[in-house]
């Protein structure tokens, strides 16, 4: 798309910048990556009163240009290189109106960086409400630039920043807040000189950080690191000077502008709700509480409509049987494609609700807390308080939260963290653990009030988190780094959820899961379909022969029971049945048969696969359940050398632990080499959860047969 003007926005975390994002873009974005690195660059486009085109780019949020983080490094690598293709015109910088002094530390540093800039003062009307009245004009006539007062939350502002940053062409005028050159005088004259720039922040900033820019060769590289040793140029003495200086201008900037009458209510407010939600004890009685809430809330509110979708699919299946001529397409339409999407937009209703829950605990700032109480216990374990938001993203998908643990500034604790996190069981575990659950836990209450597959359903959580945090601990003895880390993180005010955002995550996570999911599931089903219903031919010739001469003999309802027998038997000699069984006698003593070793191999692609697979090759084995749904067709399963039910109890939680701790997806293995930059890592990963999952479900079944 041409664009007329290309704007950054900047800000702290927690600043509410990505909403102002979403809204000013709309739909209208992309995610892609910054060259050369794997941090997702989010752009968007947004039209001007004035007829232009805006590009907009939402840089990672940081407190300063000092980066702690692959993630914040980019800030100063886009403002300061005018070659990056993500160079702005404009920066708007969002700042929190209900903390700005602390907000204005970012914006006196990259005000230096002389690029024309708006201050949008976000959370006004949050402001307000505590009591903390901003003089806009006052700020805007100090700062010598254009201020703005918004709410992204409550969509007011908008017109005026949009009008803003049409008329923005002047950086900020007035003193930044400290005398940069006087810092390290000699030292930055001579980078100025080299870089033939007359800009001294620049400059300072360069021998802080030229090891991030990849504009310089190794070369100029050399000659920074030389003229720092030349002049004593160390990095953390200076960067506290400097923020020291940039504070007490600031307290000079703001005096009068700020008038807060309603601080000391706010906060004991907020003290007080903290006092309960992060105490030792009552903080984790409270989190495990909402933890059952949910669960229980997973199946007690999904079994409705996903009735109502597994009853819609039995009817296409029907009308399907019914009204399209019989054939090779027909079956494969109806028992690959059809049985195998089924399987999958059945949980839709699930999948939405748990992406719910963690939106709204994200939003309303609970999330934080919740990372906050479990650092000091974290911590024993290997892992810092950081390490807790991929762990709990994870719950979702491990794929972003691996992505994410790029804001951990340990390598050792960032390295643990991405070997864990995928234990942690994310979404696309939740289809395999509700149907297998459906099919031997009974749905009763226990104490009246909580639904007995609900807490079945936590329970495989809290095993698969429990079973992440002790291979952390191993981990923390094997893995060797010298450094230390440390765990900084800000609260964030408590809010009520914004009950549109929670609606578009759940829309956002279910498309996702369907069409991404759906995808592989399509495919994999077209694939199973056809290994399922072909084989070997003289086998398969065998098999029709044998029928034909038993049929001769039979009479109508015999021969209704002798095609259910024939496709069965076709289906074990099929390519599918021939390799299940070639990997049966390794799964036969967790107590799975051949049919589940292929939904194994399958859902290597993605573990949801399990149930389009399962759906797939009950669908091809005829009987009748033919048409019935998946949750049918698998609890009328039986065990020919037994005659019991093959999901038995024992079978199906050896199976759930199996995918509770087996790497079954290939995008998390992907994203691990990409994050890591080596094989090395993934295939340890591989192996160990592999034989973590081999052993948990061998005991299992062995116990509980």
């Known amino acids: 798309m041409a664009k007329d003007l290309k704007i950054a926005l900047v800000g702290n975390p927690n600043t509410g910048k990505s909403t102002l994002f979403n809204l000013l873009t709309g739909l209208n974005q992309k995610i892609g990556n910054f060259p050369g690195i794997t941090v997702d660059k989010k752009v968007g486009y947004c039209k001007l009163a004035d007829g232009k085109v805006a590009e907009i780019i939402d840089l990672p949020g940081t407190y300063s240009l000092y980066p702690k983080s692959k993630d914040e490094s980019i800030v100063f690598q886009v403002l300061a290189d005018k070659t990056n293709s993500s160079y702005p015109d404009v920066i708007v910088l969002v700042a929190d109106a209900t903390n700005l002094r602390r907000n204005l530390l970012l914006y006196s540093q990259v005000a230096d960086l002389d690029v024309p800039m708006v201050l949008a003062l976000n959370m006004t009307d949050m402001a307000k409400k505590e009591g903390i009245d901003i003089n806009v004009n006052m700020l805007a006539e100090r700062l010598g630039i254009q201020v703005v007062a918004i709410s992204a939350r409550s969509k007011t502002g908008l017109k005026e920043l949009k009008q803003a940053i049409e008329n923005t062409t002047k950086i900020a005028t007035q003193a930044k807040g400290a005398d940069i050159l006087a810092l390290a005088p000699e030292a930055i004259q001579e980078v100025k000189a080299r870089l033939k720039t007359d800009n001294d922040y620049y400059a300072m900033q360069v021998l802080h950080q030229h090891q991030h820019l990849d504009i310089f060769d190794q070369e100029a590289h050399a000659a920074f690191e030389k003229i720092k040793k030349a002049h004593d140029f160390e990095t953390s003495k200076l960067q506290a000077a400097e923020t020291i200086a940039r504070y007490r201008h600031l307290g000079t900037v703001l005096s009068g502008v700020i008038e807060d009458t309603g601080a000391a209510k706010k906060f004991a407010f907020s003290d007080k709700i903290d006092a309960i939600l992060t105490n030792k004890f009552w903080g984790f009685l409270i989190f495990i509480g909402i933890l059952f809430f949910i669960f229980n809330s997973i199946f007690s509110w999904s079994t409705y409509p996903m009735e109502m979708i597994e009853a819609g699919f039995m009817k296409l299946t029907e009308l399907g049987h019914s009204y399209l001529p019989e054939g090779i397409l027909t079956n494969l339409f109806l028992d690959g494609v059809l049985a195998g999407l089924g399987g999958v937009i059945v949980f839709i209703p699930q999948i939405a609700i748990l992406f719910a829950f963690i939106s709204i605990l994200e939003d309303t700032g609970y999330m934080a807390r919740v990372t906050f109480m479990m650092d000091k216990i974290m911590r024993k374990f290997g892992l810092s308080g950081k390490s807790v938001v991929p762990m709990i993203g994870s719950l979702a998908c491990a794929v972003p939260s691996i992505m994410s643990a790029r804001n951990i500034e340990s390598w050792k604790d960032r390295i643990i963290t991405i070997m864990v996190a995928p234990l942690v069981s994310c979404s696309a575990r939740l289809p395999v653990y509700t149907l297998l659950i459906g099919l031997v836990v009974p749905e009763k209450m226990v104490w009246g009030f909580i639904n ?214 290939m995008s998390t293995v992907a994203v691990v080499f990409r994050e890591t930059k080596s094989w090395k890592w993934p295939l340890i990963q591989l192996s160990y959860m592999t034989a973590m999952a081999y052993v948990a479900s061998l005991i299992a079944y062995q116990l509980l047969k």
């Open 452 to 665: 007995l597959q609900g807490l079945t359903l936590m329970g495989m959580y809290l095993i698969s988190i429990v079973a992440a945090v002790l291979v952390a601990f191993v981990m923390k003895f094997i893995i060797k780094a010298k450094e230390k880390s440390y765990f900084i993180m800000e609260l964030p005010v408590y809010r009520m959820p914004r009950w549109g955002n929670v609606l578009y995550t759940m829309y956002e996570k279910s498309k996702t899961f369907v069409f991404e999911a759906g995808k592989v599931i399509i495919a994999i089903s077209i694939i199973l379909w056809v290994l399922a219903s072909y084989g070997p031919s003289d086998r398969f010739a065998r098999i029709d022969k044998k029928y034909d001469l038993i049929e001769a003999k039979k009479d109508s309802v015999q021969i209704s029971t002798l095609e259910r027998d024939k496709a069965a038997e076709k289906l074990e000699h099929s390519y599918a049945g021939l390799l299940g069984q070639t990997i049966e006698p390794v799964i036969k003593p967790l107590g799975f048969d051949w049919k589940i070793g292929i939904a194994l191999i399958t859902s290597f692609a993605a573990r949801e696969a399990f149930v389009g697979t399962m759906a797939t090759i009950y669908s091809v084995d005829g009987g009748d359940e033919a048409v019935g749904t998946i949750r049918d067709k698998m609890r009328a399963a039986v065990n020919p050398d037994t005659g019991l039910p093959v999901f038995t109890f024992a079978t199906a939680f050896s199976l759930m632990l199996f995918y509770a701790f087996a790497m079954q997806c």
